[in-house]
């Protein structure tokens, strides 16, 4: 089993930036492929970023590319979301995601975090 914690949601105004972290339990955080989904009020789960378990490879949706940058430290079972550039539509509670296939298919992932809000104001 793998516990993911999320961290780093907020209040920011349209243009600022966040960075949130998502912590594992689990010392084989290095061998999941990881990503990050967010979900607004009365839809559904979408595919923000995700990362393969090495770091080499990363993959955003159009709507958050050139201003979301996903990472992740192996040694500290961390993960992490750069958030730039923030606009209204970003408002969301953002969830990590653990899973052995790199996927935009939410049910493809086998575990997830409890989500951390993240409000953007106009």
């Known amino acids: 089993q793998v516990q993911l914690v999320e961290s780093g949601g907020g209040l920011v105004q349209a243009g600022g930036s966040l960075r949130l972290s998502c912590t594992a339990s689990t010392r084989t955080f290095s061998t999941y492929d990881m990503a990050w989904f967010r979900q607004a009020p009365g839809k559904e789960r979408a595919f923000v970023a995700s990362i393969r378990w090495s770091g080499h490879s990363t993959y955003y949706a159009d709507s958050v590319k050139g201003r979301f940058t996903i990472s992740r430290d192996n040694a500290k079972n961390a993960l992490y979301l750069q958030m730039n550039s923030l606009k209204p539509e970003d408002t969301a509670v953002y969830y990590c995601?653990?899973?052995?296939?790199?996927?935009?298919?939410?049910?493809?992932?086998?575990?997830w975090g409890q989500g951390t809000q993240v409000t953007v104001s106009s």
């Open positions: 995601a653990a899973g052995r296939v790199l996927t935009v298919v939410p049910g493809s992932y086998d575990f």
